[in-house]
């Protein structure tokens, strides 16, 4: 005998049962006796019922108080013939009819769950890549430091930016857990430390880029191009590693929140820049001569050059 | 009760005065009788309010009533002529209107007019005396009423821009376009400003006769475009003074390893400081050199001021990493200009590149602003670092408040070039 499935949804739409019968007479309604309970104060007792007739499956209303109802017209009826896939309403609830040979839609093809990544996860790879952090970090600390300050002073900041990573890796590691059963951990850890370690030269080199061409601007854009860069990496493989979001999404998802983050700096940068600033404003940073600084043009040529700064817009 | 009151008076008397004011004598007192009615308070009434928003003080020197006063005090006329009005009030309290009829914002000086002529007036003298003669200056300090001070003439400033008296008495708020007279009634100089203690300072006599000369030529008319006239005497003075400069051969003195422009004509003071602190790292040593002179333009713009000053960094075996941070620290912030507001200038522009200055690599920033209700007049800020050492370097900062152009540009080589890697 071919089996009936009845599905049962909600106000808000949320699937409440699924069941398949065998039988010739499905009741539904309130009352316990019924084969479909339906917990909605708005369904009678005794509400419907689905009988096999000749022709097919029937959907009868018993007398309810609120009818029965066809989803798509909101026409009220006695009694309809029913097909596979039809929606009714009782209720507040909607119900769901389909016969066991309702087509189904193609399987959707998942990402097949990628292996952990041997070396990233091993300890002593991810101890390196956090003594290497801290390392980084304190010495930074110390450069940027003008008074002989005590190594715990200098570690601290070492140790902040290794909070920073546990922090973010746990977050990773906690949507991971929900979505992909998976935490992953150690991978995580990896791969923040990894970002954390590159960004560091990166703004160096910008900063160096800045000074060795006089710009601001340059040291601006290469710092944001290096971070947009790194960060996008950051987060696809957070993404891949903790999310089923198929490549193409991950890079969308990557793409829309860095550029996002970028242009909230932008903006900020701009917002907090008085339009009338008393001092000269511009790109300060010396670089210690490793690479010998160009020789630079004669006095007399750099004051030609320099004779466009005498330009201003007409506001007289 | 007379004798309670001689003896209530004598009490007075012995009371210690723990002023440094010099003893009122009866000369003094005679030279008050004869002309406080020439002096007058100068206010500058809000009319928004109705209440006086500068006090200063003025006197009358011909039969026309022409009286003179500082620019400073009659500055908001000038530049919010719809936002004030200018009143004096005579020694018996008649108040009147007036207007300006020349400024001198250079030496600080103000002709303004009253319609209501009046008879009493003072006469110039000159004012070049001999040091230590008694002068008296007259005003209305803080408001308190007409005054009489005693004090000495101690000569011409000789370390300034623009001729100024040296006059040791006490010269307050509220009296300043005052006179300050000799013995025989005669104005010597227009009292302008104070450095405190004693320490006060006039305006030469004949530069009110120059102004005055302009008045006369004028017919009495008051310019109508009081910009023009502060921007024509803005350039002509520097022409005086910045060519000269460029001119003068520079007296040089050693920074570090460097010679650098010193104390390049009198006006010019320097200042110099170091570190001395325990476990240090790195030794700085600092100098500014600045002209003391200030031109006060309006309450939101002073100009006609330099400043130069130099770092010399040395590294005490800091990795030249650090070192640079530390050194980039000090390159980072430019000198703070508060002279001027939103309304008066424009926003800096810069040019930076790398300059060969004596031989090696310099970074050099060359920012200016300009300003913005007078022609060809900027101010500018030179920058540079030496960038060719990994344990030491100077840096160096020229600032140049009001210069055109063509003047900036020579004044910044002049500099640059006068700096030297000593032999």
Known sequence: ?316 | MKKLLLILTLFFLSVPSYSYSAEITDEAQALYQAHQKSVYQIQVIDLATGKKTTIGSGFQFSDQGHIATNYHVVSNIIHWPERFRLEYVRHDGEIGELDVLHIDVIHDLAIVHSKDSYEFFLGFADSNLEKGTRIFSMGNPYDLGMTIIEGTYNGLMENSLYRKILFSGSINSGMSGGPSINRDGKVIGINVSTAGNQVSFLVPVEYLKESYQYIVQREGQAPSDWYKVIDEQLNANQTQYIDKLLASDWEVMPVGELTVPGEILNVFKCWGNSTDIEDKVFDYAYISCSSDDNLFISDSLITGKIIYKYNWVTSLKMWPIRYYNLYSSYFAYPHAYDNAGEEDVTNFQCHSDFVNIDGTSWKVVYCVREYKKYENLYDINLSIASVSEKDKGLLAELVVLGINQQRANLFATKFLKTIQWQK
Request: hydrophobic share 45%; charged share 20%.
């Open chain 1, 1 to 316: 005998m071919a089996k009936i499935i009845v599905a049962l949804f909600n106000t808000q739409g949320h699937r409440l049962e699924y069941k398949s019968f065998e039988q010739s007479e499905i009741n539904i309604g309130r009352a316990f006796h019924n084969d479909v309970i339906v917990t909605d104060p708005f369904v009678s007792p005794h509400h419907c019922q689905l009988t096999r007739a000749e022709k097919g499956w029937v959907l009868i209303d018993c007398g309810s108080e609120n009818g029965v109802y066809i989803r798509k017209t909101l026409e009220r009826f006695e009694e309809r013939c029913v097909e596979s896939g039809d929606e009714f309403i009782i209720g507040e609830s909607r119900l769901c009819v389909y016969f066991e040979d309702h087509p189904l839609a193609p399987t959707k093809v998942c990402q097949a769950p990628t292996p952990n990544s041997k070396t990233l996860s091993r300890p002593f790879m991810i101890g390196f890549l956090l003594l290497l952090v801290f390392w980084i970090y304190t010495i930074d600390a110390h450069l940027v430091s003008i008074k002989n300050l005590s190594f715990v002073k200098k570690s601290l900041t070492g140790v902040g930016a290794l909070i920073g990573i546990l922090i973010w890796a746990g977050g990773w590691a906690f949507i991971g857990q929900l979505i992909k059963h998976r935490a992953r951990f150690m991978e995580q850890i990896s791969v923040a430390s990894i970002f954390t370690i590159l960004s560091l030269p990166l703004k160096q080199v910008s900063t160096y880029l800045g000074f060795r061409f006089s710009s601001m601007a340059l040291e601006g854009l290469c710092s944001s191009l290096f971070f947009g860069i790194v960060f996008a990496w950051l987060l696809i493989r957070n993404l891949s590693l903790s999310t089923r979001l198929s490549l193409k999404k991950q890079r969308v998802a990557t793409a829309f929140i860095t550029i996002a983050i970028m242009s909230i700096g932008a903006l900020s940068y701009f917002a907090d820049t008085a339009e009338f600033r008393s001092s000269p404003s511009y790109f300060g940073t010396l670089k210690a001569p490793y690479i010998p600084p160009p020789r630079g043009g004669s006095i007399d040529a750099f004051m030609k050059e320099g004779t466009s700064i005498y330009s201003f817009e007409n506001h007289k």
